[in-house]
């Protein structure tokens, strides 16, 4: 099993790629017909399934043409550990981030 919290970005960039390659041979397309349904080049679907390279938006609508959006949901999403912790959750979706002093 992969170990998200010990592998440095480009190993997880690898590890996405890989993954996404694995669903779309699960699916039987090709890298033309996902980069078709996807809207973007065959070079992009080869360089996100072999190198782990590629945008946010293009891996995005790579997600999206196989059908896998829904796992983005719980990305990134607060969780909340202790009444503390939820309301320092709470404070930080109503504040701004400070603003840059410098110019």
Same mark, same amino acid.
């Given at each position: 099993?992969?170990?998200?919290?010990?592998?440095?970005a480009?190993?997880?960039?690898?590890?996405?790629?890989?993954?996404?390659?694995?669903?779309?041979?699960?699916?039987?397309?090709?890298?033309?017909?996902?980069a078709?349904?996807?809207? !973007?080049?065959?070079?992009? #679907?080869?360089?996100?399934? &072999?190198?782990?390279? /590629?945008? $946010?938006a293009?891996f995005?609508?790579?997600?999206?043409?196989?059908?896998?959006?829904?796992?983005?949901?719980? !990305?990134?999403?607060?969780? #909340?550990v202790?009444?503390? &912790?939820?309301?320092? /959750?709470? $404070?930080?979706?109503?504040?701004?981030?400070?603003?840059?002093?410098?110019k």
């Amino acid at each position: 099993m992969f170990d998200f919290m010990m592998a440095t970005a480009p190993e997880i960039s690898a590890e996405l790629g890989h993954r996404l390659r694995a669903r779309r041979l699960m699916q039987g397309w090709s890298q033309v017909e996902l980069a078709q349904r996807a809207g !973007l080049s065959s070079g992009t #679907v080869k360089n996100l399934e &072999a190198k782990g390279q /590629a945008s $946010l938006a293009s891996f995005i609508q790579i997600v999206v043409a196989l059908g896998l959006a829904d796992d983005l949901g719980e !990305l990134f999403r607060l969780k #909340v550990v202790s009444i503390a &912790a939820m309301e320092k /959750a709470e $404070l930080a979706k109503r504040r701004r981030a400070p603003r840059s002093t410098t110019k």
